[in-house]
C-alpha cells in the first residue's frame, strides 16, 4: 500500500474536515432550531439544512474518514504506537457524538425536541475538545 498511502492520507484528512465540519455546525443549527415555533416556515428550513447536512455531508464524510482510517492503522499498526490507541479512543467519541446529532436530529424533525438551546450550545462544545485532542495526539505524538 506504500505507494497509495499518502493518497489515502490525503482523502482520510479531507474527509475528517468535512465530518468535523458537520459536527461542529449542526448543534449550532440545532440552536436556531430551537428558537423558532415549531410549525414555522423558519423550523421547517432548519429541518431540510439539518437533513442535508447529515446525510448528503456529516455521515458519508464519517464514513470514510474511519474506512480509510483502519486502512492507514492496517499500513503503521498499533503496536508501540500509545498516541494511536488514545487517538482511536476520542475518534469513538466523535462517532457516538454522530449518532447522537442524528438522533437529536430525527427528534427536532419530529417536534419531539426535549433539549433546551443550552443544552445544544453544550454539545457543540464536545466536538471541537476532542478535535484538539486527537490534533495534538496525532501532530505531538505524546506517548
Known amino acids: 500500500m506504500s505507494g497509495a498511502y499518502p493518497w489515502i492520507k490525503a482523502v482520510h484528512v479531507i474527509a475528517v474536515i468535512a465530518w468535523m465540519a458537520g459536527l ?12 423558532v415555533a415549531a410549525d414555522s416556515d423558519t423550523a421547517r428550513l432548519f429541518k431540510v439544512m439539518e437533513r442535508r447536512l447529515m446525510v448528503a455531508i456529516t455521515i458519508p464524510a464519517g ?5 480509510l482510517g483502519l486502512a492507514l492503522v492496517m499500513e ?20 457516538v ?3 447522537l ?6 427528534a427536532l424533525a419530529a417536534d419531539r425536541n426535549r433539549h433546551s438551546t443550552r443544552f445544544f450550545r453544550m454539545a457543540n462544545e464536545v466536538p471541537t475538545l ?5 490534533v495534538i495526539l496525532v501532530v505531538v505524538k505524546p506517548f
Open 24 to 35: 461542529l455546525y449542526l448543534p449550532r443549527l440545532f440552536v436556531y432550531h430551537t428558537q
Open 63 to 67: 464514513v470514510i474518514a474511519s474506512i
Open 76 to 95: 503503521i499498526g498499533l503496536a508501540g504506537n500509545g498516541w494511536l490507541h488514545a487517538k482511536l479512543t476520542l475518534v469513538v467519541g466523535l462517532a
Open 97 to 99: 457524538m454522530n449518532g
Open 101 to 106: 446529532m442524528e438522533s437529536w436530529r430525527r
Open 130 to 134: 476532542l478535535m484538539i485532542g486527537i
